[in-house]
């Protein structure tokens, strides 16, 4: 795969950053934080954390807590940290960074989409479905301020908000959310898209 290519590039990367920079090097914390994430997407998470935490050391090392360019480094952290079950750990280091976000709008709108997306995730993961909801509602309205009606984005976003509610038990609402978010794939996917049988097993779940 993709990643099982990088990854040999991305070592050699960090090794001759760190034999030829300074460790507190901003060009060291960022190639860390790259292998980081082959890693994590490769699987290997454990090893993905102790990366995404040296360049979240390195980074902080170098630039204010508040630094627009922190929450790359921090983004990755959290998304480890909810990889291995540390989900009170990753909606702290996610909550950091949103009014540093919101600071830098509108240039920072996608980063804060993603910032808000995966913070619903957590919320999800614990079972906070309320709270998921109410982040996934912002990152909706976020997400349609700037991208068009029929987006993959918006489909994700209303995918994720209708199970929200069609966990917490409020079932018209998740049916009414749901069939919207069938309505945007249907125009952005083509017509044998995995992400259809998604769609319409939950809303049979629903009927049922």
């Known amino acids: 795969c993709q990643y099982e290519r990088a990854l040999p590039l991305l070592l050699k990367g960090v090794a001759i950053k760190k ?44 630039l204010p807590r508040n630094h627009a360019d922190i929450v790359v480094f921090v983004q990755q952290l959290a998304a480890c940290k909810r990889k291995t079950g540390n989900l009170d750990e990753a909606i702290q280091l ?23 997306n995966n913070l619903g995730l957590c919320y999800q993961d614990k079972g906070m479905f309320r709270e998921a909801m109410r982040t996934w509602e912002d990152c909706l309205v976020a997400r349609r301020s700037f991208l068009p009606p029929d987006h993959p984005s918006i489909g994700y976003t209303l995918w994720n908000l209708g199970i929200a509610c069609k966990e917490k038990g409020d079932v018209m609402a998740a049916s009414e959310i749901l069939r919207e978010c069938l309505s945007v794939r249907e125009r952005c996917l083509p017509p044998h898209h995995p992400s259809f049988t998604n769609v319409l097993r939950a809303l049979g779940d629903i009927a049922f």
């Open 19 to 62: 034999e030829c920079l300074p460790y507190e090097h901003f060009d060291v914390a960022n190639s860390l934080r790259m292998l980081s994430t082959c890693c994590e997407m490769m699987g290997e998470v454990n090893k993905a954390m102790r990366l995404a935490e040296e360049a979240h050391f390195i980074a902080l090392s170098r």
């Open 94 to 116: 996610i909550q950091q960074c949103i009014p540093i976000q919101k600071s830098n709008l509108p240039a920072s709108r996608r980063n804060l989409c993603t910032l808000l």
